[in-house]
């Protein structure tokens, strides 16, 4: 496709703090410093590979509140010539199990969500090391620099990632290493005001050293080993050492002449998959883009889908395949389940019948990389290993404890993957490569995957348009929340549906962030489209 005929309506109909940029390779993030780093390795020479680990290197250290060196990270690949999927997520320390949990704290129905006992074993660091061996070109540990760099100097904390650091600081100072770390002068850092972070800089080059092997072997691995054990917690030398990578095919499900691609279960990805085949049964450019009848469909659609997910997916042993989930006969059978005049809380189907950062980046040689990596909750399990500034994920919290439990294959257990919200996507039309996109936040990001396809495949716009239009969030039963921006018109055209309508003005976690780049045609020549989230402190960059 070429440049100069655009698949998109011009113009942005929405007020937006960005403005779409065009360039031959791209970076796209939620932190300046970020974007920068990835340029900076293809200035060297490097690919979009080296971008993205780069630029996810660098974001563990400036955006703390939503990753870090102790996150999990998913990726899907286009080389050039084939999309690869990469699950690099941890699994459960061998001591879990259902038992360990109510002995320690009760019939609950879930692990904790904060403390030693949220954390399952970190993956990013081994997702950047599988990248970069397999389709990286510049040394691993050249990759790690620009991280290492911003954290021993410093940086000064913008404004959005300031908001949650505070907000998240009261409940969390008492976690151990978290105070430490994370409240240098006792409290969270203002808007502005210097960061330095060298215990993080010391773990950057001692993982860039020994291409991830003191994270996963090494000194790494045993002072956050006998951290955790040192405050309760039974995660092991033998777990990390045990983790490894999958590479994975990317489902895939067509969608307006296009096919999105998700990494397989247990992630949510699907969801989007689900809620858009349901929504290929409507004939949803008919109707105004913010208008109350599309923004409805597209509401019962996302809580149909949801109502699957969360009954079925986990990552082994589900009742139900992804293709029976996604079969067209019975996405359209939950489609007849929608009432255009009213709101529904649905249930699950039988299929058998029928804290996140999210980046981007792209070469001139048309590999694109869609990459996530997260905390989970804001700073993860709120434990920070001090002397290497490892802040650790709480993904266990994913799990279910309750052996009746109708999602069995979600028990917790040892060495088991808890079910995970972060999900990189991308977009293929005819088996080429459209465009690679995330948007990040706990499970507004199938919602906001499908709520941002939809703008651009039904109503043509651009990515940067869909980026800035209001979004929704679908929550509990006819539960939802609506941003501030959206028409007043169309909120109270929802309530009379019956939908039960929260306004929200706070963006950063309720409804996402995401980056987009859109191959334009041949990347050497008409380049690519590239936008970021005006939700977060982003940027956009290409050369």
Known sequence: MHASSSPFTPGNPYDSRRVPVFARNAVSTSHPLAAQAGLRM??????????????????TIVEPVSNGLGSDAFCILWDGKELHGLNA???????????????RYGRQDKPPRRGVDSITVPGAVSAWVA???????????????????????????????????????PEL??????????????????????FCFPAAARALRAIGATRGKAFYEGEIARAVTSFV????????????????????????????????????PGGQGIAAQIALGILSNFDLASLPVDGVASQHLQIEAMKLAFADIYRYVADADMEVTPAQML????????????????????????????????????????????????????????????????????RGHGFGTDPQHPNRANLVGPGKRPFHTIIPAFLTRDGQPVMSFGVMGGNMQPQGHMQTVVRMLDYRQSPQAACDAPRWRVNEGLAI???GGMDPTTIAGLQALGHQVEVIHDPYQDFGAGQFIWRMGDPAVEGYQIASDPRRDGLAAGY
Request: aromatic share 10%.
């Open 42 to 59: 293809l200035w060297a020479g490097g690919n979009a590979v080296d971008a993205a680990i780069a630029a996810a290197a660098a974001m």
């Open 89 to 103: 997520s941890g699994r459960a320390p061998q001591g879990w199990a259902p038992e360990y949990f109510h002995q």
């Open 131 to 169: 990248l970069n061996e397999r389709f990286g070109k510049l040394p691993f540990d050249a990759l790690m620099e620009p991280a290492a760099e911003i954290a021993e100097r410093g940086y000064l904390v913008p404004p959005v990632v300031q908001q949650k650091w505070a907000a998240g600081a």
């Open 173 to 194: 100072q008492s976690q151990p290493g978290f105070r430490e770390s994370f409240l240098p002068r006792g409290r969270a850092p203002e808007v502005g005001e210097l």
């Open 229 to 264: 054990q040192q405050h309760g917690g039974c995660l092991g030398m033998a777990d990390m050492a045990a983790h490894e990578v999958q590479w994975v095919q990317p489902l895939a499900k067509d969608y307006r002449g296009h096919t999105l691609h998700e990494i397989p």
């Open 327 to 394: 079969d067209d006969a019975y996405l359209a059978s939950r489609a007849r389940l929608i009432d255009p005049r009213r709101a529904q809380d649905f249930k699950a189907g039988n299929p058998v019948r029928g804290g996140t950062i999210y980046l981007t980046a792209a070469d001139e040689n048309g590999m694109m990389v869609s990459f996530i990596q997260s905390n989970f909750s804001g700073f993860g399990s709120g434990v920070v290993e001090p002397t290497f500034g490892i802040s650790l994920q709480n």
């Open 481 to 483: 929340n609506v941003e």
